[in-house]
């Protein structure tokens, strides 16, 4: 099994900047990409940032310029600088591991709130 626990989320004035974590324990094998996702109420979970085994990384337009996605391989840890933080980035973000034995497998951890107020 894979284990994803995340940190970092709070309360932030706009503008301001906060760096979440997500460290990967476990049946970490063969990872193909983590990335950050997020929902905020009434709506779906969105893409954030994502970054691949070979740190190609993809970002969300909403965020480009802002965010910045990152990893430590040796500490199975992946990063996500967020920089000039506006009220609509407020949401519960989301940790995302895949990895490929064959079949892709996708594990979730258990999300950290991000509020940033006007």
């Known amino acids: 099994q894979v284990q994803l626990v995340e940190s970092g989320g709070g309360l932030v004035q706009q503008g301001g900047s906060l760096r979440l974590s997500c460290a990967a324990s476990?049946?970490?094998?063969?990872?193909?990409?983590m990335g950050w996702y997020r929902q905020a109420p009434g709506k779906q979970r969105e893409l954030v940032a994502l970054i691949t085994s070979g740190s190609t990384t993809t970002y969300a337009e909403s965020v480009k310029g802002r965010f910045t996605i990152s990893r430590d391989s040796a500490k199975n840890t992946v990063y996500l600088q967020m920089n000039n933080l506006k009220p609509e980035d407020t949401a519960v973000y989301y940790c995302?591991?895949?990895?490929?034995?064959?079949?892709?497998?996708?594990?979730w951890g258990q999300g950290t709130q991000v509020t940033v107020s006007s």
């Open positions: 995302k591991l895949r990895r490929r034995t064959g079949v892709f497998y996708d594990y």
């Open positions: 476990g049946s970490i094998a063969s990872i193909v990409a």
